[in-house]
């Protein structure tokens, strides 16, 4: 009877932790026009780049330091997460200097596979694109929640007109001015538990806690 026990409570323990991981991968692409574009999300391997776009041409791109040796990423991809875990990018949009039309940014998921997942675990999570400054003063605080029904074909829902304050002389394509100067739209890509829905930090625990005792009891009842 004793191994029956021990047995039932690592079988609750597996239910449990396995509740707690990621359901499934995803990737969310981000572009500029149809042309230039980046990906975040848990599939794939993250790719720096050494090269950004030509100063007659707009971008967009990943910014983190402490994955490329210029900041500027074209895919930055992460280990799946676990439930309650969370994770921000920084995105950068800004125009070449003799780029002229205004500046659309669009999203999609590249296919349905790829779509994210409405929950991790039992913890619904939400995917937020949000604006943390833009000096061209069209987009302040706009913010919007990416729905898991997106789709693949790119929805465009920010425009900007006026580029005076986003345009910068681009020397070379190397040129890192976008993430220095202040001249580039800055947004968060945030992946992470649904507001009101953040688990409580021993939420597991209980669980875990509440099936062994209730396992116990079934097993104390039949001896």
Do not use: C
């Not at 191994?3 to 991968?25: D, Y």
């Not at 040129?175 to 220095?180: E, I, M, N």
């Amino acid at each position: 009877m004793r191994v029956s026990k021990v047995a039932l409570i690592a079988v609750v323990l597996i239910l449990v932790f396995t509740a707690s991981t990621a359901m499934a991968s995803w990737k969310f692409n981000m572009t500029v026009d149809g042309t230039n574009y980046t990906r975040i999300g848990e599939s794939g391997a993250s790719t720096g780049s050494a090269s950004l776009v030509s100063g007659s041409k707009a971008g967009v791109f990943v910014y983190d330091p402490s994955v490329s040796p210029t900041g500027f990423l074209s895919v930055d991809s992460i280990n799946a997460l676990t439930e309650g875990q969370s994770r921000t990018w920084t995105v950068l949009v800004w125009a070449g200097s003799t780029y002229s039309q205004p500046i659309s940014l669009g999203w999609r998921f590249p296919s349905a596979s790829y779509a994210i997942p409405a929950k991790i675990g039992n913890t619904p999570y939400t995917l937020k694109v949000k604006v943390v400054n833009d000096p061209t003063g069209e987009h302040v605080g706009w913010s919007k929640v990416i729905p898991t029904d997106l789709g693949t074909s790119y929805v465009y829902d920010l425009k900007w007109n006026n580029l005076t304050n986003i345009k910068y002389d681009q020397t070379a394509t190397t040129d890192l001015a976008p993430a220095t100067n202040g001249k580039a739209v800055k947004l968060e890509v945030s992946w992470a538990p649904t507001a009101s829905n953040v688990p409580e930090p021993g939420s597991i625990l209980a669980l875990a806690t509440g099936l062994i005792g209730l396992a116990g009891g079934i097993i104390r009842r039949k001896k």
